[in-house]
């Protein structure tokens, strides 16, 4: 699957701003879609994650305040993102794993998403 990501800008802290991401290639709902972020210097860090069937995992430091959805009709995740800090700034990316089994779980580490965005970038300024 190929995933466009899109959204990205600069906002002052405080402020709300929505990620997109379009995908194509593949049956969208053969996906479970999340969104990493990665800041200057740092490792590549979990976001949000959400499954075929709309569940969603998020990492602490985000919950609350963001908002992971999907729109199956569209092939379009979103990443919601309010009450933005100085410290979210980051190039976010949106990544891809295949459902593998009806039993699927969400996972907050990279490897097993294979497909990737060209990121975008948010810049939370204080």
């Known amino acids: 699957v ?3 990501a899109s959204g990205g800008g600069l906002v002052q802290a405080g402020d ?6 379009a995908a194509s290639g ?7 879609m999340a969104w990493f972020r ?6 590549r860090e979990f ?3 959400v499954g075929p069937r709309h569940t969603t995992l998020y990492a602490d430091s985000v919950q609350g305040r963001f908002i992971i959805s999907r729109d ?8 919601q993102m309010s009450s933005l800090k100085p410290e979210d700034t980051a190039a976010y990316y949106c990544a891809a794993e295949p459902v593998r089994s009806i039993y699927y779980s969400l996972s907050k580490s990279p490897d097993p998403y294979n497909s990737w965005g060209q990121g975008t ?5 204080s």
Request: charged share 10%.
């Open 38 to 43: 990665q800041a200057p210097g740092k490792v």
């Open 26 to 32: 593949r049956i969208f709902t053969s996906y479970k």
């Open 47 to 49: 976001v949000a994650a």
């Open 72 to 79: 199956n009709a569209k092939n379009t995740v979103y990443l």
């Open 16 to 21: 709300s701003l929505t990620l997109s991401c």
């Open 2 to 4: 190929q995933l466009q």
């Open 121 to 125: 970038l948010v810049t939370v300024s």
